[in-house]
């Protein structure tokens, strides 16, 4: 994977790493640390400027995650409903887990969606329910983006810091990511095994 994403920001440039952050957030298999971090290793050799760069970065990660916003939006809450009372065992939820979900996103939307972008595989699957319960437009892209920022000018830094060294990290990049998706698997799984549907209010 590194040799691949090394060729395309080489041969794109900023429009390269534009690029990279769009797919890694539509499609998340292309970890932003590697892209970033290799960005950054081009700003020590003098190949690339950090300002650029992390503009570049952080308006691929905003609109691909803008993608799935308005995949959310499209569908909305309405038309959700009918799919969880069908559907809700293979979702784990009924639906007042989504009218609670709903009430968090109206009361905490922004600081849910800047916190998830730290976190692995959850940064892009925050924005389907952001565009689903309708949070504002301009609130998400702001949020977003300031999350984003935040976490490409580390990324950015460490592989300005560390330079050529930082490539090593791709070999602990895949597993901790298929760690990470194995461990929502096995959670997935558990709550499918022991969900049980909230008794019918009596009257």
């Known amino acids: 994977m590194t040799d691949w ?3 395309l920001i080489d041969a794109g440039g900023y429009w390269g790493i534009w690029f ?6 539509v499609f998340p298999p292309i970890p932003s640390e590697l892209i970033m971090g290799i960005g950054g290793i081009r700003v020590g050799q003098g190949r690339m400027e950090m300002v650029p760069l992390l503009l570049a970065g ?3 990660t905003t609109i691909g995650n803008y993608f799935w916003y308005l995949v959310g939006a499209r569908l909305g809450v309405e038309r959700l409903r009918p799919l969880v009372e069908r559907h809700g065992r293979w979702a784990t939820l009924e639906w007042c887990d989504v009218e609670a979900l709903n009430r968090l996103f ?6 849910i969606v800047f916190v998830f972008r730290f ?4 940064r892009t699957m925050v924005s389907l329910p952001a565009g689903l319960f309708r949070m504002g437009h301009v609130r998400f892209l702001l949020w977003t983006g300031a999350g984003a920022l935040i976490w490409n000018v580390i990324l ?7 330079g050529s060294n930082f490539k090593e990290i791709d ?3 895949g597993p901790a990511a298929t760690a990470t998706v194995a461990i929502a698997v096995i959670f997935y799984l558990y709550r499918l095994i022991t969900w ?6 009596q009257e």
């Open 5 to 7: 994403v090394l060729h």
């Open 20 to 25: 990279l952050m769009v797919l890694e957030n």
């Open 58 to 60: 952080t308006a691929g």
């Open 106 to 111: 109206a009361r905490y939307g922004q600081a």
């Open 119 to 122: 976190m692995p595989a959850l």
């Open 156 to 162: 950015a830094y460490a592989g300005f810091i560390l």
């Open 171 to 173: 070999k602990y990049i």
């Open 196 to 201: 049980r549907p909230s008794a019918p209010r």
